[in-house]
Structure formats: structure tokens, C-alpha cells
């Protein structure tokens, strides 16, 4: 799947997923959601995790049914846990909020565990420091763009 986030013109920047098939799921996102799409790139795509957020869009999800009422009925546990692990990485964009792999694998699963979410997934040293890296990278070509310009990305979960 291909993943085009484009930065605004005089607005809110675009999210839009185009699947094998070649159907298509966008939305106009606020600035937050560039960096989250991002982190959520980077961790499903690192750890391979199944059925979060771009596993879920590929197989046919629109991305404004994350936003109705009742769908977090239906997102399945490793959603949950892949947004966990998101946000932990998100947090750490903030100055002084470095995690050593203890520490954030403490703060997911306290995450986890505050929600009732079964799905459990450590994050080794590599791995963070993986994730640490792609999304910095990402991030630095994200600045990078001129207002219409997009950042492009091939969503796979099978290793290259």
C-alpha cells in the first residue's frame, strides 16, 4: 500500500492510502497527525505488527471509520497495542522524555493494562533505537517539504 501524507497549502495537511487494488482512503488531518502517521509507519513496519492501524487501512478500513462512534468496539487488541507503542514514541519528541527499553515497555504496558488490552509486545534496545532513527529520518524529509509537496511511503509488513 502506498501512504501519502502532503502537507497543506493553507490548511490541514492530507492523509490518503492507496491499496493494491488501487481503491483509495484519505482525510484531511490537523498538524499533529503528520508525526503520528509517521510513528505509526515506523512501529507497525518495524515490529511487523499485524492489524493496527496500516494493516487495517489495507484491508479495506476507511480511515474515517477509526473516527466513528462504537468502532473501538471493533479495532482489533494489537490496534491498541501498536497505539500504545505510538504514543510511548511520540512522548519521547518531547525534550528530557528519552526511554531506556525498560522504561518504555513499563509505560506501554501500563497503557495496556489500564485499557484491559490483552495483546503484549516488549520492544527490544534494537528496536527502539530502530524506531528512534526511521522516525527522525521521516520527520527531517517531512520539514523538508514545501506546502503540496508529499511524503511518500510503500506499507508492507513482509520484509523487503
Not at 530502530?130 to 527531517?140: K, P
Request: aromatic share 8%; glycine share 6%; proline share 6%.
Amino acid at each position: 500500500m502506498l501512504i501519502r501524507i502532503t502537507k497543506g497549502r493553507d490548511g490541514p495537511n492530507t492523509l490518503t492510502c492507496i491499496r493494491d487494488d488501487g481503491s483509495t482512503t484519505w482525510a484531511k488531518v490537523q498538524d499533529y497527525f503528520p508525526v503520528h502517521d509517521m510513528t505509526h509507519y515506523v512501529v507497525e513496519t518495524t515490529l511487523r505488527i499485524p492489524n493496527a492501524f496500516y494493516s487495517l487501512v489495507a484491508d479495506g478500513w476507511d480511515i474515517t471509520d477509526f473516527a466513528v462512534k462504537g468502532a473501538a468496539k471493533k479495532i482489533p487488541p494489537e490496534a491498541n497495542l501498536v497505539e500504545a507503542l505510538v504514543s510511548r514514541l511520540q512522548s519521547e519528541l518531547l525534550p528530557g522524555h528519552e526511554f531506556t527499553p525498560e522504561s518504555y515497555n513499563e509505560e506501554v504496558l501500563a497503557v495496556l493494562e489500564g485499557i484491559g488490552n490483552p495483546s503484549r509486545r516488549s520492544v527490544t534496545e534494537d528496536e527502539l533505537n530502530e524506531m528512534r532513527v526511521r522516525l527522525r529520518e521521516l520527520m527531517s524529509k517531512w520539514r523538508g517539504l514545501e506546502p503540496g509537496e508529499s511524503l511518500e511511503l510503500i506499507f508492507s509488513l513482509v520484509p523487503a
